[in-house]
């Protein structure tokens, strides 16, 4: 864990005692540059913890009632599948492979390393590896599940998944944790995490819209029923790793990571939505028409 006990609020641990013991050849004004500085590029642990948290409650895109409430069309939803398998349920466990090889903190790995096993091999909880588990929602559908073999993206969906291996692979272990364990498991509802009462209630598989709204079978819902049993252990763990081994120097970066993150899964779930037959009414609010055939070509 990250010792703070000798930093002021934002201030990197030791920088302030280094300062007040150095000699009075260095005068006033360049200590208070250098606290200046350090305090711009520091933060403390609780607005780390509200920044990210305040990036999650975003992650909220306008269009997904119409998915939620059987809106969407039945013969477009495999649009809406293929383009989340392709972006990153697909190579997911590569992504928190990624994370763990780049991470020195033997805690935050083993945390990794549990993740990375259960997703690649469901050995742990689902039975079966997550990925292929995603598919049973599109072949309990009827549809034709050869077609994820050959997934064209949307150019949307193209740049968030190039931000995702580039954040990943080469922006440090703290930012390659955050955006797997953090941005993309997560959802706006992450809150709930340091503060129960606000967790929504968890309906009965019954009424799971894929099931009520599209006729679904509850057996083609292995995973949604995997990550029912793990998920408050799970944002737990990811938050506390987050949150206790980040260090100060290092948080900012990984805020605005996140932040790059939103705003490109946003334009993506943009793009999903107009492919799925949904266009904004031109107004700026949150209100859409439905197109009356699809916007662009199949994927």
């Known amino acids: 864990m990250v010792d703070e006990s000798q930093s002021g609020p934002i201030c990197p641990y030791g920088l302030t005692r280094w300062l007040l013991c150095q000699s009075p050849a260095v005068d006033k004004i360049s200590?208070?540059?250098?606290?200046?500085?350090?305090?711009?590029?520091?933060?403390?642990?609780?607005t780390f913890r509200e920044q990210l948290l305040a990036v999650m409650k975003?992650?909220?895109?306008?269009?997904?009632?119409?998915?939620?409430s059987g809106k969407i069309a039945k013969e477009r939803l495999h649009f809406h599948f293929e383009q989340e398998y392709a972006t990153y349920v697909r190579d997911f466990p590569v992504m928190v492979g990624w994370a763990y090889v780049r991470c020195p903190i033997p805690e935050v790995r083993r945390s990794l390393?549990?993740?990375?096993?259960?997703?690649?091999?469901?050995?742990?909880?689902?039975?079966?590896?997550?990925?292929?588990?995603?598919?049973?929602?599109?072949?309990?559908?009827?549809?034709?599940?050869?077609?994820?073999?050959?997934?064209?993206?949307?150019?949307?969906?193209?740049?968030?998944?190039?931000?995702?291996?580039?954040?990943?692979?080469?922006?440090g272990w703290e930012v390659a944790a955050a955006i797997v364990t953090i941005f993309i498991e997560g959802t706006k509802d992450d809150g709930a995490v340091f503060d129960p009462s606000t967790a929504a209630s968890t309906p009965p598989l019954e009424e799971h819209p894929l099931v009520k709204h599209y006729g679904l079978a509850v057996e083609h819902l292995a995973l949604t029923k995997a990550h029912r049993r793990?998920?408050?252990s799970h944002r737990q763990s990811a938050w506390k790793a987050i949150l206790d081994h980040v260090a100060p120097r290092r948080r900012g970066p990984v805020v605005r990571a996140m932040e790059a993150a939103l705003g490109h899964w946003l334009l993506y779930r943009d793009a999903v939505a107009e492919v799925c037959g949904l266009q904004r009414n031109g107004t700026g609010q949150h209100e859409v028409a439905l197109s009356s055939s699809p916007s662009c070509h199949p994927v």
């Open 31 to 46: 200590k208070i540059k250098v606290l200046y500085l350090a305090c711009r590029f520091c933060m403390d642990r609780e």
């Open 58 to 68: 975003r992650k909220d895109h306008w269009a997904w009632p119409f998915f939620t």
């Open 113 to 171: 390393a549990e993740n990375l096993y259960e997703e690649e091999t469901g050995g742990l909880v689902a039975g079966s590896p997550h990925p292929r588990l995603f598919l049973e929602y599109p072949r309990g559908l009827g549809m034709d599940v050869s077609r994820f073999e050959y997934v064209q993206l949307l150019p949307a969906a193209k740049r968030y998944r190039d931000f995702l291996d580039e954040a990943i692979r080469h922006y």
């Open 230 to 232: 793990v998920e408050g």
